[in-house]
């Protein structure tokens, strides 16, 4: 094993039990970053998608394969709304983008990934390789769109770091 009694590791991060959120399914630890998120935001968040769905819609290029990736509905919700929104999520640890339908095959939607969950697909961790990169996440590798704010993770933002 790489690294064996060479290193110890003091905080693990663990995703999780599955739970259902929206008629989706997330891990725990995304629960809680939405949830601190929507304390931020004062308003509650709706999913259109969650995470762990193999398969189940192919525009998503199989990020929602794993744990952590969630697309938020945003029917109704003006720019400037929207722009706080990917803020906040970015802010707990997700790396987080607007997504509209010139980008893709899909309707207006904020897709969000949680930064270093140990659940995500090969896709979404490239995704925040992308986010680190002030890429978009896509397949095109366009530049990042959303609001420039540090990276952190969940673990960092609860630490106040």
């Known amino acids: 094993m790489l690294g064996q009694n060479r290193y110890t590791v003091g905080n693990p991060i663990s995703p999780g039990a599955k739970v259902p959120r929206d008629g989706c399914v997330v891990n725990t630890r995304t629960q809680a970053m939405l949830a601190e998120a929507q304390r931020l935001l004062g308003f509650t968040l709706l999913l259109e998608q969650g995470s762990y769905n193999p398969g189940g819609d192919p525009t998503s290029a199989g990020t929602h394969d794993g744990g952590g990736v969630v697309d938020i509905a945003v029917t109704g919700m003006a720019a400037a709304k929207r722009t706080d929104v990917v803020r906040a999520l970015r802010r707990v640890g997700f790396a987080a983008w607007v997504r509209d339908p010139s980008q893709g095959d899909?309707?207006?939607?904020?897709?969000?990934v949680a930064i270093?969950?140990?659940?995500?697909?090969?896709?979404?961790?490239?995704?925040?390789?992308?986010?680190?990169?002030?890429?978009?996440?896509?397949?095109?590798?366009?530049?990042?769109?959303?609001?420039?704010?540090?990276?952190?993770?969940?673990?960092?933002?609860?630490r106040g770091q």
Do not use: F
Not at 106 to 112: D, E, F, G, T, V
Not at 129 to 145: C, E, K, S, V
């Open 106 to 112: 899909w309707p207006w939607h904020i897709h969000a």
């Open 116 to 158: 270093n969950d140990t659940d995500l697909s090969s896709q979404a961790q490239h995704q925040v390789g992308d986010y680190y990169l002030g890429l978009n996440g896509l397949a095109n590798r366009g530049p990042d769109d959303g609001p420039r704010i540090p990276v952190k993770t969940w673990e960092q933002y609860q």
